[in-house]
């Protein structure tokens, strides 16, 4: 069984006869990279057949020109060549698909040749969310079992990666284990991964309204349970401008594109701790809106320091829950960061460690500001005379 510590073997032009160079890497293509580069393409196309003139586009098959693919070839000087046959899914020499492109003539005058296209195909069309393209390398290409992910986890990131409108577009070209490939494309969506202590794959993102269905909460803090709780704020983190270079260009090694981060910043947290800015390199990213979405959701999570929770359970340990998990949790005591009694307050697991021998397990929790519904105390604040509607105000 494929571990993530192993290293996804890509193709080299030398698995093929007549190559240009064979060491060269046939890259995995993800996303829409068709928007051609500051040197004409974004990434090089690699000679497989000096004599054939056949070039390799992608080590996999892509989107095809019929499904709306503008696959567009460059020479070194960043002119544009047109008189080749594009072949999104050919199985050059029985070494399996690829995509490919074939000249009538020798070209070698003009290399590096490089090209803008659309990559990796999935059952419903390009490939854009960032977890479903985690899942289609992890699954299709590098082995990994369905079971080895733990699909709850999976299965939310991804909805949600939808909700926010989060598009990843990027090219895999260097050998290196799979966990290296999930922590960079991750990390350019504020996304972690870890296993599980069934030794699962889990997923999970920063984001702002980070809600759950009622499904997806795996546990719930009672009051009872809660007696002793210490409230922190992670202050060391504080961010509240966040600068970000995007657009990355793999055949001039560069990014196009440098934002300054000033319209996301939070100008009150600045007055309050100062400008704190975090830089940020975004190689996967491509369009200015999900950027701009990246640094809001930053300044959110750490503009003013998270709440974090720690507290103590006794009794039977909770061998349930997992970080990463969410749960409601209840205190008669305790108020949100909005001066709100804490009541079925959704957070979110960040660690635990049970002690087996005291059967108590020692909480982090991160208050997410969200709650299932406000509630009001019967304390005789409120009437019950229909003003307020107790427990299912929106």
Known sequence: MKSLQDIYSLKRAGDYLYPRRPADILPVVYGDLSRQGEGGGLWRAVCIDTQRHVYALAGTPILSR?????????????????????????????????ATATFDQDLRAREPLSLAAKGR?????????????????????????????????????QRQAQEWGYQAA??????????????????????SWWLDAKGRLRVGLEGIGLRCLESEVAHSFAAVDTLEVQVSADLQNICNRVASQYAYNWFLEDYEIFDEGDVTKDLLSQVLYDQQTRHLNLPWLRAPQVVRRIQEVAIKRFSGGARLLSLEVPGRPTLH??????????????????????????????????????????????????????????????????????????
């Open 66 to 98: 019929e499904a709306g693919n503008p696959v567009r070839l460059f020479d070194s000087l960043g002119e544009e060549l047109f008189d080749f046959s594009f072949d999104p899914a050919h199985d050059y020499q029985g070494q399996g698909l690829i």
């Open 121 to 157: 195909v999935g059952s419903d069309g390009l490939l854009l969310n960032p977890v479903a393209i985690l899942k289609d390398f992890l699954l299709e290409l590098a082995g990994l079992e369905p079971d080895q992910l733990e699909g709850g986890s999976w299965a939310r990131a």
């Open 170 to 191: 990027g090219i895999i070209c260097e050998q290196q284990p799979l966990g290296d490939t999930l922590s960079q494309i991750l990390g350019c969506f504020l996304g």
């Open 321 to 394: 829950l997992e970080k990463g998990d969410h749960a409601w949790f209840t205190s008669s005591w305790l108020r949100d960061a909005s001066g709100r009694t804490m009541i079925d307050q959704l957070v979110r697991v960040l660690s635990l460690q049970t002690n087996l021998e005291s059967f108590a397990t020692r909480f982090t929790l991160e208050d997410t500001g969200y709650r299932r519904f406000p509630a009001w105390l019967a304390d005789g604040s409120h009437l019950a005379n229909g003003s307020v509607l107790a427990g299912a105000e929106p």
